[in-house]
């Protein structure tokens, strides 16, 4: 399975050790020349910084080749190039964060996997324990609302 990457899922699975994850649940990761600049940007940590000078082989970079349609514009521009890479490649499955951009995926009938959703998957196939990510996520700068953690431990208890 092929998916596209935007900036905050990468960031917090470098941030917490999980990134290698993504290659145990998707095999290949496309990431749009935005997206890859934003790790790099002097603001990143220098953890996340470091892992984006050096990219395993299961990422791939990709240049966007089309201009983004008229729900994209507001968007910041990894969002918009992850979704617009995802349109050009058709690929249905995009890992993103934040609410605007997963809105206007949905929109363009693109399944969404947040930093959440993975590391709760990535427990479920038994490839990490979700409670001890979930503790480091939370000792980085992820906003995670009490109500969205208490949904997720809930969820874990379910077959």
Request: glycine share 6%.
């Amino acid at each position: 399975m092929i998916v596209v990457a935007d900036t905050s899922p990468l960031n917090y699975l470098v941030l917490i050790d999980e990134i290698d994850l993504l290659r145990q649940l998707f095999g290949v990761v496309l990431l749009p020349a935005a997206v890859l600049q934003e790790l790099k940007h002097p603001k990143a940590s220098t953890k996340v910084r470091a892992w984006a000078e050096e990219l395993p082989g299961w990422i791939e970079v990709c240049a966007v080749q089309s201009v983004p349609g008229p729900l994209l514009l507001s968007l910041d521009l990894g969002e918009r190039e992850a979704l617009q890479l995802a349109i050009e490649r058709n690929i249905d499955t995009i890992l993103m964060d934040e609410a605007a951009g997963r809105m206007a995926a949905r929109a363009l009938r693109i399944e969404v996997r947040g930093t959440l959703g993975i590391l709760e998957r990535g427990g479920k196939l038994g490839f990490i324990d979700f409670d001890s990510a979930l503790i480091k996520l939370e000792e980085t700068s992820f906003r995670l609302s009490p109500a969205v953690r208490s949904l997720f431990l809930r969820r874990k208890q379910l077959p």
